[in-house]
């Protein structure tokens, strides 16, 4: 007895549209035609389909497929090598699902990362997207680093982030004295540290302008006067911020 594509595609529980794929791909061969100019499919075909399902429900790539679909191979280190990229998959999403979770708990914003998920609510719009670029671009220390400052800054946070772009330099002033406890603690902790090597200089390049584009005139100015501050009473500048700059 010899099938039709429709029937051998219900007998394999696939679709009319795959086993024409599959024969695209080589991985299916072209059955004899009948007179009337229909494939005839034999039981041969139904087998090799199903192995092709098998395997394909099992994770098995397509292209690797052909290598390992046929009964009389024993392909054990294709299957190793399979299981362990399914217990690679396995572990990243318990860990994404166990992030998700923390950002479910606090209600956090998806984008922070969940080590911070329980303190991202008391952080503004920008405190929140310097977390998440200091964490990827620095490193995960120098993202506990910031986290820290930022809970340590408190009022004097709260207050350089509600400094308008217009502030006058008698402001300026004061805001940079009150910041500059915590342009010390920077320091003492070096908190953002990041090495050396072109890589790293790379990364503190890039936070500088991070920093300048997501703060306002007046902010940006604070922060060069602080770290003018801190440098005078014999400190390395912080790494990773605003140093000052010409015009």
């Known amino acids: ?14 679709t009319v549209k795959a086993v024409r794929y599959y024969h695209g791909v080589g991985l299916l061969e072209m059955p004899e035609r009948g ?10 075909h139904l ?9 394909s429900d099992l994770g098995v790539p397509l ?14 280190e294709a299957i190793r090598v399979l299981d362990a990229e399914l217990g690679a998959t396995i572990e ?14 606090h209600r956090a ?21 310097l977390l998440m670029v200091y964490s990827n671009v620095l490193g995960e220390t120098s993202g506990e680093g910031l986290h820290e400052l930022l ?6 946070g709260a207050e350089f982030e509600a400094l308008p772009a217009d502030a006058d330099d008698a402001e300026v002033e004061r805001m940079a004295l009150r910041l500059l406890p915590v342009m010390r603690e920077v320091r003492e902790t070096r908190a953002w540290a990041t090495g050396s090597g072109r890589g790293a200089r790379r990364a503190e390049q890039a936070m500088g302008e991070v920093v300048e584009q997501l703060h306002n005139p007046a902010q ?18 912080p790494r990773g911020g605003r140093g000052r700059r010409g015009g």
Do not use: C, F
């Open 1 to 14: 007895m010899a099938w039709s594509t429709r029937q051998l595609a219900e007998l394999a529980g696939t």
């Open 151 to 156: 809970g340590s800054a408190g009022d004097t």
């Open 47 to 55: 087998i090799r389909l199903l192995q092709i399902r098998r395997l």
């Open 63 to 76: 292209s690797d497929v052909a290598a390992m679909g046929h009964a009389q191979e024993e392909p054990e």
């Open 109 to 129: 914003p998806a984008y922070v990362p969940s080590a911070y998920a329980p303190v991202s609510r008391d952080l503004s719009e920008r405190q929140r997207s």
């Open 220 to 237: 940006l100015r604070v922060l060069e006067r602080a770290v003018e501050l801190v440098t005078a009473e014999g400190g390395e500048a």
């Open 92 to 105: 990243r999403l318990r860990r994404v699902r166990a992030e998700l979770a923390l950002i479910l708990r």
């Open 35 to 44: 007179a009337n100019g229909y494939k005839h499919y034999e039981v041969a």
